[in-house]
């Protein structure tokens, strides 16, 4: 349905707030200073997506490290364009390829937070695509990574 996505984003960020606080971790929302679209999505569906690569972010990042999250409307591909970035471990370049494959886990995530299903990004990705979406990212064990997802326009 018509979905202002803004909204549940922030309802998201929000909601983990309280474990970022708990973990010594800065959560910031750079949001948007001009209109977002309206998009057609499901609404939890898309929170999903927006949980999943948040919890990552939080997961896979140290004390005093930051997560921003950011929100954007590209007039000229007519998408809403959302990122994630943390400072966290990153992901080595051989596990780069296989990280959206099913039940897939790197040797670095799973030495530094064991509980994981490998089912997340894996999920997140089916999710995007079913909107027309695209996900994908950008990163390296010293900066940390960079989710991307964009979601057309209705």
């Not at 929302?29 to 209109?35: A, G, N, V």
């Not at 140290?62 to 809403?80: A, E, G, M, R």
């Amino acid at each position: 349905k018509e979905t202002n996505v803004l909204d549940i984003l922030e309802q998201t960020i929000f909601e983990f707030y309280g474990e970022t606080h708990k973990k010594g971790i800065e959560l910031i929302f750079l949001k948007p200073y001009t209109e977002i679209p309206k998009a057609s999505c499901d609404v939890e569906m898309i929170r999903v997506v927006f949980q999943n690569l948040i919890e990552n972010a939080i997961k896979y990042s140290q004390p005093n490290d930051k997560v921003l999250v950011s929100l954007k409307y590209n007039q000229d591909t007519n998408n809403i364009e959302i990122s994630f970035h943390d400072t966290g471990i990153g992901i080595k370049p051989e596990d780069q390829s296989k990280i959206f494959e099913k039940f897939f886990r790197a040797e670095n995530a799973i030495s530094k937070e064991y509980v994981g299903s490998g089912l997340g990004l894996f999920t997140t990705k089916n999710i995007v695509e079913k909107h027309k979406g695209k996900i994908w990212f950008e990163s390296n064990p010293e900066n940390g990574t960079t989710f991307f997802v964009t979601l057309p326009i209705i």
